[in-house]
């Protein structure tokens, strides 16, 4: 199986870090990964975006054109790529940030206000730890179990107190994509 | 060792320390900086020099003196860094000094732009600096060869005493992949290493006399004694072509009607299109040059099957590596080309499209 993702949303709201997570754990369970970043001139406040290929064959084009996953934090990511979504695909997006959401009826959609789960959970900051869990959630490509040892494995280095609110981030990330 | 998910960039230069790298002479650009960012970091760790240079052609002089000194040397750029440094890969190649250039390809002409491209490949296989010498060209597709090709630098610039570059662009650079890397090198290893240059290189003197006097120099003023240096420089370049040619073969097979041929990054995404194709029940092979000098010229003419109609150049520039196709295919059928520029790298939607039009001919 392969999938490929592309996240994307405002510069600061942690999209390359959520690829990046899913990379990892996706090594982890020994499959093929590659995550590939937009780059350039860009800031805190501009746009961001990443393509990452998860799979259990080698991975040819790192690039991804259609994707099967797209994670929109804002409505210039689902105005720029869910056009894009292979049909059948998946677009996961934040209601808080995309009034006019995304008109395709030949794809499936999940969608949660995350600015406000974050912020009860406790920070805005752990955005992009709720979407890995809607897409753990959702598309169970990669184990709960495997994103879980990641984030704590990098957390307990760096930031152990804040190990909890992401974990717990996650968690209801799941539970919303499994629905 | 288990694998670890890594920048090319970072890729490259934990690499090169591996393989025994303890001098690392450099000036910063995107989008290879993370590569300087990551000597900066590590060298001090182990006991090696790492210089920001005030400029790239410092930096490349750098490079110059300490290969001199026999020792495993490396420096690394991003394509406009790499024509001010110009003048030293051919002092470098004049002088036969073992070195190693890594080129992170960005957008041209001029300070172009930062996106990957690979607009580069004259300079890097033609020349770039003056004079009549080669570089040894190597072109990765993949973080791990990306890495891998390091030790594999090392080792040719040491065997045949010449720079070798590493082709690489800025996808590769930013991408992370996972890799895994060979064991590191010991401080003994690299010592001996060393050893193997002691008849020609810079080194102490230590019993006093001239015995060890060695001259490091690209300047012959005797047209006579000119003319054999270069005699003799030609001559290790025909070894090098004869002993260095690699290439990887993907699908190739009797049944292929189409022959694609993409080096580095532009391969990768060859290799999707190709994949859709042959599910399709198409048949197309590729020929990916790895060592872009010598270049693969023989296995690029022996996979033109019985079936093969054309044969499909695909670079991120606008037709450079296709002169070699052609010298290789020989007007045995027709080449055709198609390529993106500016840092815009194709997608496997574009390139299937661009096939599928040739199965409809």
């Known amino acids: ?102 008109k395709r009826d030949d794809i499936q959609i999940v969608s949660a ?56 981030a996650i968690q209801r990330g799941v539970d919303i994509g499994r629905g | 060792m288990s694998k670890i998910l890594m920048k090319g960039n970072e890729a490259i230069a934990e690499a090169a320390i591996r393989s025994g790298c303890r001098l690392y002479f450099a000036y910063p650009i995107t989008p290879q900086s993370e590569l300087i960012e990551y000597m900066a970091r590590m060298m001090p760790k182990v006991n090696g020099t790492f210089l920001q240079a005030e400029s790239e052609v410092s930096a490349i002089n750098m490079v110059y003196g300490a290969a001199g000194c026999g020792k ?68 990765p597709s993949s973080v791990q060869e990306f890495a891998d090709m390091a030790s594999e630098a090392f080792d040719l610039a040491d065997k045949y005493r010449n720079p070798v570059m590493i082709l690489a662009d800025g996808m590769l650079g930013q991408m992370m992949e996972p890799v895994e890397f060979k064991p590191a090198l010991t401080d003994e290893e690299i010592e001996e290493l060393g050893e193997q240059h002691t008849d020609w290189c810079i080194h102490p003197n230590q019993d006093g006399d001239l015995k060890h006097h060695h001259e490091i120099n690209s300047l012959e003023i005797d047209p006579l004694v000119l003319e054999q240096h270069v005699i003799n420089l030609y001559k290790k370049y025909a070894e090098i072509e004869e002993n260095e040619q690699r290439h990887e073969e993907y699908n190739i097979s009797d049944d292929n009607e189409i022959l694609c041929v993409a080096w580095g990054t532009a391969s990768r995404v ?53 002169d070699d196709v052609k010298i290789a295919v020989e007007g045995k059928v027709p080449v055709k080309f198609w390529g993106k520029v500016g840092g815009i790298v194709f997608t496997p939607a574009e390139i299937k499209e661009k096939l599928e039009e040739c199965f409809k001919e």
Not at chain 1, 115 to 141: F, H, Y
């Open chain 1, 113 to 168: 206000p995350m600015v406000d789960i974050a912020l009860e959970i406790g920070s805005q900051m752990v955005m992009n730890m709720l979407a890995i869990g809607v897409i753990i959630g959702k598309t169970e490509v990669i184990k709960h179990q495997t994103m879980i040892d990641e984030i704590t494995e990098y957390m307990k280095g760096r930031n152990p107190e804040l190990l909890e609110m992401n974990l717990k």
């Open chain 2, 270 to 322: 060859v290799k999707s299109a190709i994949n859709e194709l042959k599910a399709e029940g198409k048949s197309i092979g590729m020929i990916r040059p790895i060592n872009v000098w010598p270049y693969p010229y023989e296995a690029i003419a022996k996979a033109i099957g019985p079936n093969v109609k054309q044969v499909y150049v695909f670079e991120l520039n606008t037709g450079q590596m296709l």
């Open chain 2, 72 to 139: 495993r040397v490396m420096t690394s750029s991003s394509s406009p860094g790499i024509s001010l440094k110009a003048e030293g890969l051919s002092y470098l190649a004049g002088a036969q000094l073992p070195c190693v250039i890594v080129n992170v390809q960005r957008g041209g002409p001029g300070l172009g732009d930062i996106q990957p491209a690979q607009g580069d490949y004259f300079q890097a296989t033609k020349g770039g600096g003056h004079g009549d010498y080669r570089l040894i060209c190597l072109a």
């Open chain 1, 1 to 102: 199986m392969t999938m490929e993702m592309i996240c994307a949303g405002f510069g600061g709201q942690g999209v390359l870090t959520i690829g990046r997570f899913m990379a990892q754990a996706g090594m982890k369970e020994g499959k093929s990964v590659s995550w590939l970043p937009s780059y350039g001139p860009e800031m805190r406040g501009g746009t961001a975006n990443v393509s990452t290929v998860v799979s259990d064959e080698e991975i040819a084009s790192p690039i991804v054109s259609f994707p099967d996953v797209l994670v929109a934090l804002n409505q210039p990511s689902i105005d720029k790529f869910a056009p894009s979504i292979r049909p059948g695909g998946i677009l996961i997006y934040n209601t808080n940030m995309c009034p006019n959401g995304c």
